[in-house]
């Protein structure tokens, strides 16, 4: 049984498929974690590095691992420039912290798949007396400087590829019931990423990103979404994918399936697929052009045996923010998007363009 300590991601730690024995949310001064856990059993603890009280200074990840067995903790860090330093990475692995990551869907293919010393050793900076202390090229630069290794794909399951940690996020989005809207909400999920964030959006096999006039949005075939995502000089963040009917899934490092939630459309996708609500299961589920209210949600829930990620009503696409995206992206972990007030300003009133 597992245990998770969790703070500013105990939304996305609350949808981990794994079998939990505890649960504690909050900010814990380390003498308190250590003292609270000092003669409890469990198998791994997933803890979220913001719930460490000044987790920024390294010196208080050291004080944990002095009480604590550091094989059995999964280190979830945050995207803050003090944690995501090659100088704090280091210091993990020299503390012999290899199971760390930024990625959720990394996290129960690591209960049961530990890191080894090789997994990480890349982040590990050897030299001028050791302990990870020099200033080394961060784990994206060595990417764009294409000064790459098999060993650089750490956190992967054989079937799943999940990009290193400091590179490439690939998101697909996938519409479940027919129209659900993927193109449109990749198209405002980069709009509102793009201001924090270097964001490339991809469709496969089809031209629809053609009408939304936007360099960076692109079209693929599914043949080329390898070579585009393991590109040694991409310097994208964030990769969004309209997966549409091809088999990608498996090249991108975490999945959103989206359900518009009309009798119509869910009937339809269940006479499909009469298995779809077992697929999806534990899944990233998102009810797009919603109209439901919380009382809705639950019920379509306990119905169906799903739990919803995140609900989205009908948005208008000309905005250039909308606070239900931010909040879904601030979930999703992109913690620069936080969710502010809703801006109705737009570049033109239609964006038509006329050649």
């Known amino acids: 049984m597992n245990v998770i300590v969790s703070n500013k991601y105990a939304a996305m730690l609350s949808n981990l498929n794994i079998d939990l024995i505890k649960s504690i949310t909050g900010e814990f001064q380390v003498d308190d974690l250590i003292a609270q856990f000092d003669n409890f059993f469990f ?41 995501n330093n090659p100088q704090y990475l280091s210091e993990l692995v020299s503390m012999g912290i290899y199971n760390f990551t930024r990625n959720i869907d990394a996290i129960a293919y690591l209960v049961d798949n530990p890191n080894s010393y090789k997994d990480v050793a890349q982040f590990h900076i050897i030299g001028n007396g050791g302990g990870g202390m020099n200033n080394g090229p961060a784990p994206q630069q060595m990417q764009q400087n294409g000064r790459t290794s098999g060993n650089e794909r750490t956190f992967i399951n054989n ?31 980069k709009k509102q990423l793009s201001e924090n964030y270097r ?86 589920v998102i009810l797009n052009r919603s109209l439901l209210d919380q009382n809705d949600i639950r019920e379509f829930e306990n119905e169906a045996g799903l739990s919803v990620f995140h609900c989205i009503p009908p948005l208008d696409d000309k905005m250039d923010k909308h606070r239900v995206l931010d909040e879904l992206l601030n979930k999703l972990g992109f913690d620069k998007n936080r969710p502010a007030a809703d801006s109705s300003r737009a570049a033109r009133l239609f964006g038509i363009v006329k050649e």
């Open 43 to 83: 198998n791994k603890m997933i803890l979220d590095i913001t719930a460490i009280v000044n987790y920024q200074d390294i010196t208080q990840i050291q004080r944990l691992s002095f009480g604590m067995d550091m094989s059995k903790i999964i280190l979830l860090l945050d995207d803050s420039p003090a944690v």
């Open 159 to 189: 079937s799943i590829a999940v990009p290193s940690l400091g590179g490439t996020r690939v998101i697909g989005i996938k519409d479940l019931t027919d129209h659900a809207g993927a193109s449109t909400l990749i198209y405002m999920l």
């Open 199 to 284: 964001v490339l959006a991809l469709e496969l096999d089809k031209n629809d990103f053609l009408f939304f006039n936007d360099p960076e949005m692109k079209s693929a075939s599914s043949k080329e979404l390898e070579s585009i995502i393991n590109n040694p000089v991409n310097s994208y963040d964030v990769i969004l994918i309209d997966v549409n009917d091809s088999s990608e899934e498996a090249n991108c490092t975490e999945m959103l399936y989206l359900i518009e939630p009309s009798t119509l459309m869910l009937n339809k996708m269940v006479r499909r697929d009469r298995n779809i609500i077992e697929k999806i299961k534990g899944k990233k």
